[in-house]
Protein backbone atom coordinates (compact mmCIF):
# COMPACT_ATOMS: atom_id res chain seq x y z
CA UNK A 1 0.00 0.00 0.00
CA UNK A 2 0.80 3.91 -0.10
CA UNK A 3 1.54 4.35 3.80
CA UNK A 4 1.30 1.87 6.66
CA UNK A 5 -2.09 1.05 7.85
CA UNK A 6 -3.19 0.42 11.45
CA UNK A 7 -6.52 -1.09 12.41
CA UNK A 8 -8.21 -0.53 14.40
CA UNK A 9 -7.59 3.42 14.47
CA UNK A 10 -9.72 3.59 18.08
CA UNK A 11 -9.91 0.91 20.43
CA UNK A 12 -11.52 0.75 24.13
CA UNK A 13 -11.63 -2.08 25.80
CA UNK A 14 -12.41 -3.58 29.75
CA UNK A 15 -9.33 -3.83 32.26
CA UNK A 16 -8.34 -7.44 31.95
CA UNK A 17 -9.22 -7.98 28.49
CA UNK A 18 -7.23 -9.44 25.54
CA UNK A 19 -6.82 -7.35 22.41
CA UNK A 20 -4.68 -7.29 19.19
CA UNK A 21 -3.49 -4.28 17.09
CA UNK A 22 -3.07 -4.70 13.89
CA UNK A 23 0.23 -3.07 11.38
CA UNK A 24 0.46 -3.89 7.93
CA UNK A 25 3.65 -2.09 6.81
CA UNK A 26 4.69 -0.40 3.05
CA UNK A 27 4.91 -3.28 0.90
CA UNK A 28 8.59 -4.30 0.45
CA UNK A 29 10.24 -2.39 3.72
CA UNK A 30 11.73 -5.72 5.88
CA UNK A 31 11.96 -4.00 8.71
CA UNK A 32 9.26 -2.86 11.31
CA UNK A 33 8.90 -1.52 14.59
CA UNK A 34 6.18 -0.83 17.56
CA UNK A 35 6.00 2.14 19.37
CA UNK A 36 4.34 3.28 22.22
CA UNK A 37 3.21 7.16 22.92
CA UNK A 38 1.32 8.36 26.18
CA UNK A 39 -0.60 11.08 26.17
CA UNK A 40 1.80 14.40 26.66
CA UNK A 41 4.96 12.29 25.50
CA UNK A 42 6.94 11.09 22.48
CA UNK A 43 7.02 7.38 21.30
CA UNK A 44 8.32 4.83 23.49
CA UNK A 45 10.21 1.97 21.21
CA UNK A 46 9.04 -1.70 21.95
CA UNK A 47 10.18 -4.10 19.36
CA UNK A 48 12.04 -4.58 16.01
CA UNK A 49 11.04 -7.20 13.25
CA UNK A 50 13.70 -7.79 10.57
CA UNK A 51 11.42 -10.11 8.17
CA UNK A 52 10.10 -12.54 10.56
CA UNK A 53 11.93 -12.61 13.43
CA UNK A 54 12.14 -10.33 16.66
CA UNK A 55 15.55 -8.62 16.48
CA UNK A 56 14.68 -6.40 19.69
CA UNK A 57 12.39 -7.05 22.34
CA UNK A 58 13.93 -4.91 24.87
CA UNK A 59 11.39 -2.05 24.91
CA UNK A 60 8.47 -4.25 25.49
CA UNK A 61 7.49 -3.13 29.28
CA UNK A 62 6.74 -7.12 30.80
CA UNK A 63 5.09 -10.29 29.57
CA UNK A 64 1.64 -9.24 28.87
CA UNK A 65 3.13 -7.94 26.08
CA UNK A 66 3.83 -9.75 22.39
CA UNK A 67 4.10 -9.42 18.90
CA UNK A 68 4.64 -11.51 15.87
CA UNK A 69 4.94 -11.31 12.14
CA UNK A 70 4.92 -14.83 11.03
CA UNK A 71 5.23 -14.20 7.18
CA UNK A 72 7.51 -10.85 7.04
CA UNK A 73 4.93 -8.47 6.13
CA UNK A 74 1.50 -7.72 8.78
CA UNK A 75 2.41 -7.57 12.03
CA UNK A 76 0.22 -7.80 15.41
CA UNK A 77 0.70 -6.76 18.80
CA UNK A 78 -0.94 -8.63 21.35
CA UNK A 79 -1.62 -7.02 24.77
CA UNK A 80 -2.75 -9.67 27.58
CA UNK A 81 -4.91 -8.27 30.93
CA UNK A 82 -5.10 -5.10 29.88
CA UNK A 83 -4.56 -2.55 31.95
CA UNK A 84 -5.67 1.14 32.62
CA UNK A 85 -2.11 2.03 32.59
CA UNK A 86 -1.94 0.63 28.92
CA UNK A 87 -3.81 3.06 27.52
CA UNK A 88 -1.60 5.37 25.19
CA UNK A 89 -1.55 5.22 20.51
CA UNK A 90 0.38 2.35 19.26
CA UNK A 91 2.52 3.65 16.51
CA UNK A 92 3.87 1.20 13.63
CA UNK A 93 6.60 2.37 11.69
CA UNK A 94 8.38 0.39 9.01
CA UNK A 95 11.35 0.96 6.93
CA UNK A 96 12.97 -0.26 3.69
CA UNK A 97 15.84 -1.79 5.40
CA UNK A 98 17.10 -1.82 9.14
CA UNK A 99 18.36 1.45 10.57
CA UNK A 100 17.02 4.95 11.65
CA UNK A 101 16.43 6.21 7.98
CA UNK A 102 13.52 6.27 5.97
CA UNK A 103 10.81 4.96 8.77
CA UNK A 104 6.92 5.65 8.11
CA UNK A 105 4.62 5.72 10.56
CA UNK A 106 1.39 4.97 10.87
CA UNK A 107 -1.33 7.26 12.08
CA UNK A 108 -1.80 4.57 15.06
CA UNK A 109 -4.17 3.04 17.22
CA UNK A 110 -5.95 4.38 20.12
CA UNK A 111 -5.98 2.20 22.79
CA UNK A 112 -8.43 3.01 26.09
CA UNK A 113 -8.31 0.68 28.77
CA UNK A 114 -11.58 1.43 31.50
CA UNK B 1 16.84 12.67 34.18
CA UNK B 2 15.53 11.39 30.62
CA UNK B 3 17.82 10.53 27.91
CA UNK B 4 16.38 13.51 25.56
CA UNK B 5 14.89 16.58 27.14
CA UNK B 6 12.38 18.96 25.21
CA UNK B 7 10.67 21.64 26.05
CA UNK B 8 6.86 20.90 25.56
CA UNK B 9 5.30 24.24 25.29
CA UNK B 10 3.01 25.41 23.94
CA UNK B 11 4.86 27.62 22.12
CA UNK B 12 2.16 30.44 19.75
CA UNK B 13 3.79 32.55 17.16
CA UNK B 14 2.48 34.84 14.61
CA UNK B 15 2.92 33.77 10.77
CA UNK B 16 6.11 35.22 9.17
CA UNK B 17 7.97 34.64 12.96
CA UNK B 18 10.97 32.52 12.89
CA UNK B 19 10.51 29.66 15.44
CA UNK B 20 13.47 27.69 17.02
CA UNK B 21 13.00 24.59 18.60
CA UNK B 22 15.52 22.44 20.69
CA UNK B 23 16.30 19.68 22.72
CA UNK B 24 19.50 18.40 24.93
CA UNK B 25 20.19 14.80 25.58
CA UNK B 26 23.08 13.13 28.32
CA UNK B 27 23.67 9.68 25.96
CA UNK B 28 27.53 10.39 24.44
CA UNK B 29 26.64 7.69 22.36
CA UNK B 30 23.62 9.27 20.38
CA UNK B 31 25.14 9.92 16.92
CA UNK B 32 21.97 10.62 14.99
CA UNK B 33 19.73 13.63 15.34
CA UNK B 34 16.14 13.77 13.52
CA UNK B 35 13.25 16.16 13.79
CA UNK B 36 9.80 14.76 12.93
CA UNK B 37 6.27 16.63 12.90
CA UNK B 38 3.23 15.08 13.76
CA UNK B 39 -0.07 16.71 13.18
CA UNK B 40 -3.02 15.74 15.45
CA UNK B 41 -4.04 12.15 15.36
CA UNK B 42 -1.35 11.48 12.70
CA UNK B 43 2.18 9.63 12.57
CA UNK B 44 5.47 11.20 13.12
CA UNK B 45 6.93 12.43 9.83
CA UNK B 46 10.40 12.92 9.20
CA UNK B 47 11.23 16.35 8.51
CA UNK B 48 15.16 17.00 8.74
CA UNK B 49 17.49 14.25 9.22
CA UNK B 50 21.76 15.04 10.27
CA UNK B 51 24.65 12.74 11.39
CA UNK B 52 26.69 13.71 13.95
CA UNK B 53 27.65 17.85 14.26
CA UNK B 54 27.03 20.41 11.97
CA UNK B 55 23.89 22.10 10.02
CA UNK B 56 21.80 21.18 7.80
CA UNK B 57 18.97 23.58 5.50
CA UNK B 58 16.02 22.38 3.79
CA UNK B 59 14.19 24.95 2.37
CA UNK B 60 12.93 26.45 5.78
CA UNK B 61 14.18 24.67 7.69
CA UNK B 62 17.38 23.94 9.44
CA UNK B 63 18.76 21.81 11.72
CA UNK B 64 21.79 22.66 14.12
CA UNK B 65 23.72 19.81 16.05
CA UNK B 66 26.47 20.60 18.52
CA UNK B 67 27.56 17.85 20.30
CA UNK B 68 30.01 18.79 22.57
CA UNK B 69 27.13 20.68 24.10
CA UNK B 70 24.34 17.61 23.57
CA UNK B 71 22.08 20.27 21.67
CA UNK B 72 20.26 20.46 18.87
CA UNK B 73 18.28 22.64 17.77
CA UNK B 74 15.30 23.16 14.83
CA UNK B 75 15.05 26.74 13.03
CA UNK B 76 11.57 27.09 11.02
CA UNK B 77 11.65 30.78 9.06
CA UNK B 78 8.99 32.17 7.47
CA UNK B 79 6.72 30.03 9.61
CA UNK B 80 2.84 29.21 8.17
CA UNK B 81 -0.04 28.16 9.84
CA UNK B 82 0.13 24.89 7.99
CA UNK B 83 3.45 24.13 10.51
CA UNK B 84 1.02 23.89 13.18
CA UNK B 85 1.99 20.92 14.66
CA UNK B 86 4.17 18.95 17.31
CA UNK B 87 7.45 18.84 16.65
CA UNK B 88 9.61 15.47 18.32
CA UNK B 89 13.37 15.32 18.33
CA UNK B 90 14.67 11.51 17.91
CA UNK B 91 18.30 10.26 18.12
CA UNK B 92 19.48 7.01 17.82
CA UNK B 93 23.27 5.31 18.60
CA UNK B 94 25.91 5.06 15.80
CA UNK B 95 26.26 0.91 16.89
CA UNK B 96 24.11 -2.21 16.10
CA UNK B 97 20.90 -0.65 17.67
CA UNK B 98 20.68 2.46 15.44
CA UNK B 99 17.44 1.43 14.60
CA UNK B 100 16.06 2.26 18.01
CA UNK B 101 14.99 6.08 18.29
CA UNK B 102 14.39 7.94 21.39
CA UNK B 103 12.16 10.65 21.32
CA UNK B 104 11.80 14.17 23.12
CA UNK B 105 8.50 14.99 24.42
CA UNK B 106 7.77 16.84 21.56
CA UNK B 107 6.83 20.50 21.38
CA UNK B 108 3.56 21.98 20.64
CA UNK B 109 3.61 24.93 17.93
CA UNK B 110 1.07 27.04 16.62
CA UNK B 111 1.54 29.54 13.84
CA UNK B 112 -1.15 32.33 13.92
CA UNK B 113 -2.72 33.98 10.62
Known amino acids: GAGVSQTPSNKVTEKGKYVELRCDPI?????LYWYRQSLGQGPEFLIY????????DSGLPNDRFFAVRPEGSVSTLKIQRTERGDSAVYLC????????????FGSGTRLTVV | QKEVEQDPGPLSVPEGAIVSLNCTYS??????FMWYRQYSRKGPELLMY????GNKEDGRFTAQVDKSSKYISLFIRDSQPSDSATYLC?????????????FGKGTLLTVNP
Open chain 1, 93 to 104: ASSLTSGNYGYT
Open chain 1, 27 to 31: SGHTA
Open chain 1, 49 to 56: FQGTGAAD
Open chain 2, 27 to 32: NSAFQY
Open chain 2, 50 to 53: TYSS
Open chain 2, 90 to 102: AMSDGGGSNYKLT
